[in-house]
């Protein structure tokens, strides 16, 4: 509701640009013109002048589409907006930045093939085609490993409420790849450990990432090691130290 607020407010104020344009143009050109104030000559030479000023600043171009994606461009977030079959059609600046890769490249395609193919990330767009709720924010490195984003997924709708497709926003999450070069904690573990704060159990986190039981029981310890922890308060803890709960 709130983005849609912003976009009438913008398109209000492009038509009053317009109305107050086109008002100075017909003062200036009605004294050259011997044109009286308020005479019928001077409301048709009125509405040309606002006719000529919103031709000139381009104000008949603005649509609540183009309100939008400029509010996307001026966002320092990590931005991308897909289709309704979850395929990209638009990216801002940061976005592009960080994949190394122009829209050119990337509208049309399916965020797996744009972000990479993660379990967390899968699920939840799946979760929002489903019209279920999606599930906590999913980590990726989009640039090689020198950012950490955690992704959050929202549906995006008309104003009758059908669905448009899905937005994309990320956050960079500070301090971890400091963390996982400290204590050589590995992506898979560190994916793990992220997954218990958040209140997963281990069967919830071997399904999310699609590993066995086991294999997190074997994660966890090896973190637990690392970290010189005995259990999940004191990782969380831990965690707190370094910013990252």
């Given amino acids: 509701?709130?983005?849609y607020a912003f976009i009438a407010i913008a398109i209000f104020m492009f038509v009053s640009a317009g109305f107050s344009l086109g008002m100075t143009e017909?003062?200036?050109?009605a004294p050259l013109l011997n044109i009286p104030s308020f005479s019928p000559v001077f409301g048709t030479l009125c509405m040309f002048g606002i006719w000529v000023a919103m031709l000139r600043y381009r104000l008949l171009a603005v649509t609540d589409?183009?309100?939008?994606?400029d509010m996307i461009?001026?966002?320092?977030?990590?931005?991308?907006?897909l289709d309704a079959g979850g395929r990209v059609v638009m990216q801002n600046r940061t976005a592009e930045r960080l994949l190394g890769r122009s829209l050119k490249d990337t509208a049309g395609r399916p965020l797996a093939e744009v972000i990479g193919d993660?379990?967390?990330?899968?699920?939840?767009?799946?979760?929002?085609?489903?019209?279920?709720p999606a599930a906590d924010a999913c980590q990726i490195s989009p640039d090689g490993g020198k950012t950490e984003l955690a992704l959050r997924f929202s549906p995006v709708k008309d104003a009758a409420g059908d669905p448009l497709g899905f937005m994309v926003l990320g956050r960079e999450v500070k301090?971890?790849?400091h963390f996982r070069r400290r204590f050589q904690v590995t992506a898979r573990e560190w994916e793990a450990i992220h997954k218990l704060v958040t209140g997963a159990t281990n069967r919830e986190i071997a399904h999310t990432l699609g590993i066995a039981e086991r294999t997190v029981?074997?994660?966890?310890?090896s973190v637990y090691g690392k970290l010189g922890v005995e259990n999940k308060v004191q990782l969380i803890g831990v965690l707190k130290e370094h910013g990252l709960y």
């Avoid at 966002?75 to 907006?81: E, H, N, P």
């Fill in 217 to 221: 029981k074997a994660h966890l310890s």
């Fill in 175 to 177: 301090g971890v790849r």
């Fill in 73 to 81: 461009e001026t966002m320092d977030a990590f931005v991308l907006m």
């Fill in 1 to 3: 509701m709130i983005i």
């Fill in 65 to 69: 589409k183009k309100v939008c994606r």
């Fill in 118 to 132: 993660t379990a967390d990330c899968r699920e939840a767009l799946s979760s929002l085609k489903a019209g279920r």
């Fill in 26 to 29: 017909a003062y200036l050109i």
